[in-house]
C-alpha cells in the first residue's frame, strides 16, 4: 500500500534537514575554530535531495555560473552503485538532475562540461550527451577525458612556505592559477596555498579540517567543491 504524504509529514521532513543543516554549522564551527575558520562561501541552492547518495566525487565548471557535479546513488535501497550527477546554469543556485536511464552500474569518477556537450566518466563507460544532458550514450572506448582542474598530483612530495615543510596531498592547476593542498603533523589539518606565476611564489589561504571532496579550478578566480548537506562552495584565490 502507497501512502501519501502529508502536509504534516512534509513539514516534519523539512524541519528534520534543517536541523540537520543547524547540527552539520555547529560542528563546522567548533571544529574550524580551531583551525582559524574556513574561507568556503556556501551557495544556498534547490534541486539536490538528501537523500542516500554521494556527489563530491567529481566537479566540473565552465564558468562561474555553469557547472556539474556528480557521483553514484544507490539503486533500489541495494549495494548496486547508479551513476548521478547534476548540472547548474546559475552558479549552484538551481540545479537540475540529469537521467542516465540504465545505462550502466558505476558512479561518475569524471566529468566535461563544454557548451551542449557533457561527458560523464565511470569506471566502465563513458556517458556523452551533444543536447546538453536530455539523452546520454554510453561508450566503452577507452579514451580519457580531460578535465584541466583535476588533481594532479605533485613532482615534489614536499613544499616549503616561510621556512615550514608541509606534505603535498592535492595539486590544481591552470594557465592562470596553481593550487597545492598540504597536511603537516597537525592531524586531519589541510593548508591552502595559490600560486599566480607558475609556482615561483605561494600566498597562503587558509588552513581548515581536512577532507577528500573533489575540487575544480576555476581560472584564477575560485577553487570549487560540492559539501553535502551545505551545497555548493567556492574558495576565493584572491
Request: some cysteine; glycine content about 8%.
Amino acid at each position: 500500500m502507497h501512502l501519501q504524504a502529508t502536509p504534516q509529514m512534509l513539514a516534519a521532513k523539512h524541519f528534520a534537514i534543517h536541523m540537520k543543516k543547524i547540527l552539520f554549522c555547529f560542528i563546522s564551527f567548533v571544529v574550524f575554530n580551531g583551525c582559524d575558520g574556513s574561507k568556503w562561501e556556501t551557495i544556498d541552492g534547490n534541486g539536490i535531495s538528501e537523500e542516500s547518495k554521494d556527489i563530491e566525487k567529481a566537479i566540473y565548471f565552465e564558468d562561474e555560473n555553469k557547472g556539474i557535479v556528480g557521483g553514484y546513488t544507490l539503486k533500489d535501497s541495494s549495494n548496486v552503485r547508479i551513476p548521478i550527477a547534476y548540472m547548474t546554469t546559475d552558479g549552484g543556485k538551481k540545479w537540475k538532475e540529469l537521467r542516465f536511464d540504465s545505462l550502466t552500474n558505476s558512479g561518475v569518477t569524471n566529468l566535461y562540461l563544454h557548451g551542449d556537450s557533457l561527458i560523464c566518466e565511470t569506471h566502465l563507460v563513458k556517458l556523452i550527451s551533444i543536447d546538453g544532458g536530455k539523452t546520454f550514450n554510453a561508450y566503452k572506448d577507452s579514451f580519457k577525458i580531460f578535465n584541466p582542474s583535476q588533481n594532479i598530483g605533485s613532482s615534489s612530495r614536499w613544499f616549503e612556505f616561510e621556512g615550514k615543510r608541509y606534505a603535498t596531498n592535492e595539486h590544481y592547476e591552470n594557465a592562470l592559477a596553481s593550487v597545492i593542498i598540504c597536511s603537516d603533523n597537525k592531524t586531519l589539518t589541510d593548508f591552502y596555498f595559490a600560486s599566480f606565476d607558475k609556482g615561483k611564489n605561494w600566498n597562503f589561504i587558509q588552513k581548515e579540517l581536512g577532507d577528500n571532496r573533489a575540487k575544480f579550478l576555476l581560472e584564477d578566480k575560485y577553487l570549487y567543491r560540492y559539501h553535502l548537506p551545505l551545497g555548493l562552495q567556492r574558495l576565493s584565490l584572491k
